[in-house]
Each structure stands twice: as structure tokens, then as C-alpha cells.
């Protein structure tokens, strides 16, 4: 596992592409932006899109929030018709998708304290087009929500994602959506010092899918853990080694707080 490249590289995403957090007076929680979609996870106080997003209004064109009610993305879009928008409130935990517009910002995602919000549950998605190869020599076939190799050559088999969870939270879950038979596909959640370079053992799994186990989607409990992202860095690997009969669709994530 080319893990030296793996943290670097997450590191970077959790510093400035997907929500890096950093304390502001001791009580405050900032996201860094860039152009383009930037995963926030929101730990403000509940609030309509428009208010909970004030800091940066007129700097963003759209955001997403996952319901799994309904199994389906929520839509809030300033300046659309107002039966287009279907999120209407974000609350503490939300993990929500911004459309940035501008070339690079900051938005204050909500005072926290030197403790984490009590009293909630949020989930992650990450959809199959978030992962990338652990080999630059990988060929592989990816759209939206479906990744899969192209051949079943070892460059091929192995991907991986970044995640960003709320500080102090407890991961509980996680849900694959996969297809695949026999044992072709592979889906882990693991932890890694942030100071780790390729060290393989020191790389700690916390809740793994197989397709062996089941079909899709699965659910895997997760090991008892509280997300410290002052000293770790958190990621998905899946592994497609059925060629281009294995295929990964989405993952998600369930944590209290």
C-alpha cells in the first residue's frame, strides 16, 4: 500500500478541498472553500439553508444534503423557483455539499467549543466518483455513482477516498452499495496517524463490506471509536478484483455525537 502518497495526499484534501477545521478564539469551526464542490460538515445551530449559510451568501450556486428518509439528495439552490428547493433546514451533524463559486473562501460551520455537539446523529455519502486509484497505472471505467476496473490486472483492483467527519464524533455504520459475487469486492473504513508514512500496520480498519458476506446494499457495524481529526486522517479503500464485474456504487456513513 503506497500509504506515504495516501496520507500526504488526504491530508492536503482535509486541509483546504473538503472541510478542514480550524479553531477560531477557541469556540469556532472554520471550512476552507474552493471553486467547485467542497463536502461540509455543519455544526451550527439549525437554520434554513439560506441563513445557516449566510457567511458566504451570494458565493455558492447550489447545496445538497442527503436524506435517507427518502433515499434521495435534497436540493437548495439560491434563486430558483421555490418548488425546486427541498432542503429546507441543515441541522448540527448535516453533512452537506456546496457549490462554491469563487476561487478559494471560508465559512464558519458553527461554534464547538473544545468539545464535540451532543445529542445527534448525521450520515455521510460519498458516491463511487469521489474514489480515486491507488496505481497511476489503474484502467478503469467511472460515471457518477459507479466505479469498476477495466480488466482484472492488480494495478486495477484498488481505490480510495477520503472522509471528512465531524470532530469528536462516533462513527457507528457503514453501508456499501456494491455488485459483485463471491469475494470481488471489498469496502473499508480506516484510520491512520496523521503522522504515519507507509506504514502498513499502523493503518486501523474500523468497518469493513464484503460480498461475500451479502448482497448489496450491506450494513457493518462499526468498531467503537471517536473521530480525532487533530491527530488522524479517515479514508475508504475498496478493493474490485472481479474485474469488470465488480463494481461499487455508493458508501455511507452513520455516526452519533
Request: no cysteine.
Amino acid at each position: 500500500m503506497r500509504l506515504r502518497y495516501l496520507v500526504a495526499t488526504l491530508a492536503m484534501v482535509a486541509t483546504v478541498g473538503f472541510a478542514a477545521f480550524a479553531g477560531r478564539g477557541g469556540d469556532a469551526s472554520a471550512a476552507q472553500l474552493l471553486r467547485g464542490w467542497n463536502n461540509i460538515s455543519y455544526l451550527g445551530s439549525s437554520a434554513a439553508p439560506a441563513s445557516a449559510l449566510n457567511g458566504i451568501s451570494g458565493q455558492y450556486s447550489a447545496v445538497y444534503k442527503w436524506d435517507p428518509s427518502t433515499q434521495a439528495y435534497q436540493l437548495y439552490a439560491p434563486g430558483v423557483p421555490g418548488f425546486v428547493n427541498t432542503l429546507t433546514q441543515i441541522n448540527p451533524g448535516d453533512a452537506i455539499w456546496v457549490n462554491y463559486t469563487q476561487n478559494q473562501g471560508e465559512i464558519n460551520t458553527g461554534s464547538v467549543g473544545n468539545t464535540a455537539p451532543t445529542g445527534g446523529s448525521g450520515k455521510l455519502s460519498i458516491a463511487a466518483s469521489t474514489f480515486v486509484p491507488m496505481s497511476d497505472l489503474a484502467v478503469y471505467e467511472k460515471s457518477f455513482n459507479q466505479l469498476n476496473p477495466v480488466a482484472n490486472d492488480v494495478a486495477s483492483q484498488r481505490y480510495y477516498a477520503p472522509l471528512n467527519l465531524p470532530q469528536g464524533a462516533t462513527i457507528t455504520t457503514m453501508t456499501a452499495a456494491f455488485e459483485g459475487s463471491g469475494d470481488t469486492v471489498k469496502i473499508r473504513l480506516d484510520y491512520t496517524a496523521i503522522t504515519n508514512g507507509d506504514t502498513s500496520s499502523a493503518v486501523y480498519k474500523l468497518a469493513e463490506v464484503l460480498s461475500s458476506a451479502g448482497g448489496s446494499p450491506q450494513t457493518a457495524t462499526a468498531f467503537n471509536h471517536t473521530v480525532d481529526n487533530g491527530a488522524n486522517v479517515y479514508f475508504l479503500v475498496v478493493d474490485l478484483t472481479g474485474g469488470p464485474a465488480s463494481k461499487l456504487r455508493g458508501v455511507s456513513v452513520s455516526y452519533t455525537y
